[in-house]
């Protein structure tokens, strides 16, 4: 008899048996549909040694009910389930279900219904909701449940215009082939350096064997252009290629660069994608007919029928890093990738991440440096305005020395960029009167203002309410005061000291979509701006040659708090976004403005001593104990009851392992003790590189039992400590 075992979506089930069918085919990998009780599931046919499951006799076995039409997921992809939810502590369910992100795809081709405005003047007297479609719904063609998430009305609405006359269907072929790139459509004339680089990469290429590089080169090198050759080479020999990128706002930028470069743009991944765009996308990744797929880091886990070729941009980026759900890094992700697929892997960065250059120190990755930037293009000066001495004025937050330049660009017609990575228009907001302060209903957060849309908003959670008029708690009007800066008020004064100059405001507030990034860069890149002001989404992947001037405008934020990365992050925050000046043939400047010059990190960045900061940053890690010399895990407790939150948090705490080369530290309430509605505790665990941590973590919490409403997360090699 034939019995399978599948790899079912619910993690409470676990694996299950069925019994295949007289004249139906299945493998490994093999997408299919059983039966579970009165309903019918989808499930992945896996390997019964590499899955325990529970046996079941023959007779009890119910048959699979089909298999689905898409090629079944490679061995190298099953694998790298499997690591994943070893690694990670994750339920393998929900690993695999990333691979399997476009139900839709499973279904095989056909066509799909979207809708466009046709464009046709709407007769009689319109609704509010039907004129709110009407402005919002201008070039957009999606289904009709995208199209009333755009547009923000109903169903209904959108389908009473359609009857109208007012929007129309359009049949898409969901299987139509994308555009080739061509590997000799723009070859780039590239310096000795980039060429001496570009040829260990395509060496590896036509190797098809694991071999991670680390692409260390300073902001402006041409990273970008030498690893284009890797690509072209994979396209040459009919592989696929990955790009991850660490932000949706940076794909456009890309895109036009690769399509300067090959004719064509890359597959697209992402979460801004339509369903339609993303059954597309999967389907043709899974054909081998998607060359080059462009996406964040959830592409890392789709079934890629001939991959050649991963390349991890901007690879220090904690964005790659997830903090919910399976908690995994994709830079690391990318590197077991490649190694399951025994192909190459770059990670590419002007700023690599502590523990990509210890493993090209211990020889596991091969470096590969771009000391210089491109086309003879120097290094932007640094200087550090010291705000102790050089106080902005009352109200105000850009010191004199950084207001004369930016006045001094604008007058030579130059463009300059602030940075602040804080969204909004203050982080607090209080009444002078009695001293009320806006906090988050769900989270032990204070309420963000965004003058720009009237909202007092909570970046944690997401709740808004309008900015009152008066005081909530005593009533009194005009009398709540903005406390601090964010983005918004800076641009703000910059618009008071500079009438004249245009400013543009740069945020996930404001680049909400690909296209709205797009509309930024040809802004920036046609002199249509004269001040960029943004957080962290204008620190990387920009080359605005006429950007001569970079601010920061509070160089000692991301100093404070409790992120034992802390120093390294803001050097390479601030690093970057220093590398957007100068890029071009004029020089560059960047003033930095702090209260602690003396800081070790604000003494590296003016000095432009990396390796030294590096140096002792490596140092302090080793004597801490810390990754990269030692391994960290945490455990999250939450509970929306305070209580079983903490009695829970004890009860773990209580059973912990005593263990010589293991240091836990808590139960305590997190810094962020309530988010979400949910009340928090955690407990961090530092062991030796040596120790099996995820054995022990399991051994550990295993047997432990508690209440339904609570959540006992592990976040292995966390980033977040909140």
């Not at 082939?177 to 070859?187: G, K, L, Q, S, T």
């Not at 918004?488 to 004064?493: H, K, P, S």
């Not at 432009?608 to 140092?619: I, L, N, V, W």
Request: hydrophobic share 40%.
């Amino acid at each position: 008899m034939n019995r399978v075992r599948c790899l079912v979506f619910n993690a409470a089930l676990g694996p299950l048996d069925y019994r295949v069918p007289d004249g139906m085919a299945v493998e490994p990998g093999s997408v299919v549909v059983a039966p579970l009780g009165p309903r019918q599931i989808v499930g992945v046919v896996w390997e019964a040694e590499r899955l325990p499951g529970t046996e079941v006799p023959d007779s009890k076995l119910r048959p699979l009910l089909a298999v689905l039409p898409v090629p079944p997921l490679p061995a190298p992809l099953r694998r790298l389930i499997e690591w994943c939810a070893d690694y990670y502590l994750a339920p393998i369910a929900s690993v695999a279900r990333m691979a399997l992100s476009s139900t839709a795809a499973l279904r095989g081709g056909g066509t799909v219904t979207e809708y466009r405005l046709t464009g046709r003047e709407p007769t009689g007297r319109l609704t509010p909701q039907r004129a709110q479609a009407l402005d919002l719904l201008i070039d957009q063609q999606a289904t009709i449940r995208e199209l009333s998430e755009i547009a923000g009305v109903s169903d209904g609405v959108l389908r009473g215009m359609v009857n109208a006359g007012l929007l129309e269907p359009v049949l898409v072929d969901s299987d139509r082939p994308y555009p080739a790139p061509d590997p000799r459509h723009a070859v780039p004339d590239l310096s000795d350096q980039q060429r001496e680089a570009a040829a260990k990469f395509v060496a590896a290429v036509e190797e098809h064997a694991f071999r991670p590089f680390l692409l260390d080169g300073v902001t402006g090198s041409g990273k970008t252009e030498t690893y284009f050759e890797a690509i072209a080479r994979a396209i040459g020999k009919r592989q696929q290629v990955l790009v991850l990128l660490p932000e949706i706002a940076l794909t456009e930028s890309f895109l036009k660069r690769f399509e300067a470069r090959f004719g064509a743009a890359p597959v697209t991944w992402h979460s801004s994608l339509k369903s339609s765009e993303r059954r597309r996308a999967w389907r043709a990744i899974a054909g081998g007919d998607a060359r080059v797929v462009v996406g964040a880091r959830s592409a890392l886990f789709l079934p890629f029928a001939r991959l050649g070729l991963i390349v991890v941009d901007e690879a220090h980026e904690i964005s790659f890093k997830q903090d919910d759900g399976v908690r995994y890094n994709a830079r690391d992700v990318a590197v077991m990738r490649a190694r399951f697929e025994s192909v190459p892997v770059i990670l590419a960065s002007a700023t690599p991440a502590l523990e990509s250059l210890q493993m090209a120190e211990a020889g596991r990755y091969e470096r590969v440096v771009l000391p210089d930037r491109f086309g003879g293009a120097s290094l932007p000066d640094i200087a550090v305005v010291d705000l102790r001495e050089q106080q902005p004025p009352r109200g105000r937050w850009l010191a004199p020395a950084l207001v004369e330049a930016l006045k001094d660009r604008l007058e030579k017609g130059e463009q300059s960029l602030l940075f602040l990575n804080r969204r909004g228009y203050a982080p607090l907001t209080l009444c002078r009167n009695c001293g009320y302060r806006f906090q988050c209903p769900n989270c032990s957060a204070w309420l963000v203002e965004h003058r720009l849309s009237r909202r007092l908003a909570c970046h944690h959670c997401g709740h808004e309410v309008p900015t009152p008029d008066k005081c909530p708690e005593c009533g009194e009007p005009d009398c709540l005061v903005a406390c601090g800066p964010g983005v918004e008020r800076i641009a703000d004064e910059v618009a008071e000291i500079l009438p004249e100059a245009r400013v543009a405001l740069v945020t996930s507030d404001t680049l909400t979509s690909p296209a709205k990034a797009a509309e930024f860069v040809e802004q920036a890149s046609n002199k249509a701006i004269d001040v960029i002001v943004g957080t962290q989404l204008v620190t990387k992947g920009y080359h605005f040659p006429d950007l001569t001037l970079v601010g920061v405008i509070d160089a000692d934020m991301g100093l404070e708090g409790g992120d034992l990365r802390a120093a390294e992050r803001t050097y390479q925050q601030i690093a970057q976004v220093a590398g957007r000046a100068g890029r071009g043939e004029k020089p560059g400047e960047v003033l930095i403005q702090t209260r602690h010059p003396e800081a070790p990190v604000i003494e590296a960045l003016a000095s432009g001593d990396r390796d030294a900061f590096y140096a002792a940053e490596t140092e302090a890690r080793r004597d801490a104990g810390a990754p990269p010399f030692g391994r960290w895990a945490a455990i999250i407790v939450s509970s929306e009851e305070e209580a079983e939150a903490r009695e829970a948090a004890r009860a773990i705490g209580g059973t912990r392992p005593e263990l010589p080369d293991m240091m836990i530290l808590g139960p305590a309430p997190a810094p962020l003790s309530l988010l979400r509605g949910r009340y928090r505790y955690r407990l961090l665990v530092n062991a030796r590189r040596s120790t099996e941590l995820q054995r022990v973590i399991r051994a550990w919490l295993d047997p432990l039992r508690f209440p339904q409403g609570v959540r006992v997360a592990v976040d292995i090699d966390p980033y977040s400590f909140v």
